[in-house]
């Protein structure tokens, strides 16, 4: 999905804050300190809903610890599958999401975000670090619980900093599928060219 500022920015959604959490249910997703952060949060009285979308996962953790937090009262919700429509809508309904994944190849959730100018806790290597670098994204190390939990009760109690998210997000240069195929071009093709060029020469 090409990235940029072509989502709609502007205050966050009225009404309780809604956290997102796009990805698959695995444990490399991180899901599990994702939902540590939401309960420390919690316990301090801080109010919100936590929604996790994704595909199908594997083990029991994630879920049985959901089922907990459920029991006790805790707004989270979980969805497996959802049409585009409702992703969309989730999007829109998001003060910001949250993506601290310990390895990815990409991070198409951070990228999705941001064009729907949502901003983003991320995590602060690899491509999703890349992905958010230009602005509209709190990068944070996913193996450091208390970073998470502070990245997520600042944007959910300073209004401020989310708003200054959001217009980093406007700023973003808008990138489409013909910029990245240049580049993939000039990287994969150019010095092919070059060194028949040479040879030619």
């Known amino acids: ?47 919100f809903s936590l929604w ?5 996962g594997w083990g029991e953790e994630f879920p049985d610890r959901v089922a907990v937090l459920q029991g006790l009262g805790r707004s989270v919700r979980v969805e497996r599958a959802v049409s585009d429509r409702v992703l969309a809508g989730a999007y829109a309904s ?13 991070g198409l959730p951070v990228a999705e ?9 991320t995590t602060g290597y690899g491509s999703t670090a890349e992905i958010g670098g230009p602005g509209g994204c709190v990068l944070v190390d996913p193996r450091d619980g208390r970073a998470l939990t502070d990245a997520m009760r600042r944007l959910l109690g300073e209004p401020e ?17 013909q910029d990245y195929a240049d580049e993939l071009w000039e990287f994969l093709v150019g010095p092919e060219l070059a060194v028949v060029g040479e040879g030619g020469g």
């Open 113 to 121: 975000s941001l064009s729907f100018g949502v901003p983003v806790i």
């Open 94 to 106: 998001a003060w910001f999401t949250v993506f601290p994944s310990l390895h990815e190849g990409f």
């Open 1 to 47: 999905m090409p990235t940029g500022g072509s989502g709609e920015v502007g205050r966050p959604p009225v009404g309780r804050p809604v956290v997102l959490v796009v990805g698959s249910h695995e444990p490399r997703k991180n899901h599990l300190a994702v939902l540590h952060s939401a309960e420390v949060l919690w316990r301090e009285g801080v109010d």
């Open 161 to 177: 900093v989310l708003a200054g998210l959001r217009a980093q997000i406007a700023g973003r240069p808008v990138r489409g599928w």
């Open 52 to 56: 996790f979308i994704g595909g199908s």
